[in-house]
């Protein structure tokens, strides 16, 4: 019998609403993980819709949750799962701004990244955890090296702006991962991949990548490369099968609405167990 691997998933609300936990259990389960979902938000919808109605659960509450699985001795967990990965900021049209308040950004790099395993900054985060900028894959990697020095030994960041050589269509992935081999020393490996854009905004994509991730990198510990192909073609097929229904729901020459463009999860349950490798990763 394989050994079970357990999985505490625990939702922030300062993402997009219930939909973290949504996007990260299904994928995990599917994968051969059992998970407890910890949700901090009770809502109607993600915030991704004009109006939602619900609750968000403060400290005390939530710390009330986790006190039930202690007392009854089911908090014993191979993994935990934010979606803090962290969720800070981001770049709209080449400017960047944060997501939350600009004094939490100490504790973030003072308390929540040194006791994480993987992180999964998009360039914004990145340079704000850093204190660097980003202008080449060079410096990317300057900056992953300072995360690494942070805590992490697996960072992925999950978009840039830098230049892809496959044109203004793509945007670029890089990851880098700190292993130790058995004599003791420390073995680096960094992977690029590029990554064709998509037309259209989705909710819960940065929770599903960060689902697969995790499953795959404990499935492939050794081989980053692997890890971050079988979790990108999954997000594309998952993607691309999700716009294709959104369009044949919203017809000819509408543009999709939020509800239209939910992400087709249970859909794509094969793609998710036994992705095709269509986004290949290039080893630096």
Not at 78 to 84: F, N
Request: hydrophobic share 40%; net charge negative.
């Amino acid at each position: 019998m394989e050994e079970e691997c357990r999985v505490l998933s625990i939702q922030s609300h300062v993402v997009r609403g219930y939909v973290g936990n949504r996007a990260a259990t299904f994928p995990l389960q599917v994968l051969g993980f059992e998970i407890d979902a910890v949700n901090s938000v009770q809502f109607s919808n993600h915030t991704g819709y004009a109006h939602w109605k619900g609750q968000v659960l403060n400290s005390d509450e939530l710390q009330e949750l986790y006190e039930g699985l202690k007392l009854n001795n089911v908090n014993k967990y191979d993994y935990v799962l934010t979606v803090c990965d962290p969720v800070l900021g981001d770049k709209r049209d080449g400017e960047g701004s944060m997501y939350v308040p600009e004094d939490l950004l100490p504790v973030y790099k003072e308390k929540v990244v040194p006791v994480a395993d993987i992180i999964t900054p998009n360039q914004f985060e990145a340079e704000l955890l850093s204190g660097r900028k980003i202008h080449s894959q060079e410096e990317a990697l300057a900056v992953m090296d300072i995360l690494h020095s942070m805590g992490p030994d697996t960072v992925v960041i999950t978009s840039s702006d830098l230049p892809s050589p496959r044109g203004s269509d793509y945007l670029i992935v890089l990851g880098s991962q700190r292993r130790r081999s058995p004599d003791g020393s420390t073995v680096m490996e960094r992977i690029r991949m590029d990554i064709r854009k998509v037309d259209a905004v989705f909710v819960g994509t940065g929770d599903l990548f960060a689902a697969m991730l995790l499953a795959w990198t404990h499935k492939h510990p050794s081989n980053l490369k692997v890890a971050c192909e079988k979790t990108v073609s999954a997000m594309h097929h998952v993607l691309q099968r999700t716009i294709q229904c959104a369009k044949a729901q919203a017809g000819e020459g509408v543009r999709p609405s939020p509800m239209h463009l939910e992400l087709r999860m249970v859909q794509s349950k094969r793609d998710i167990e036994e992705p095709e490798i269509v986004v290949q990763a290039v080893v630096l």
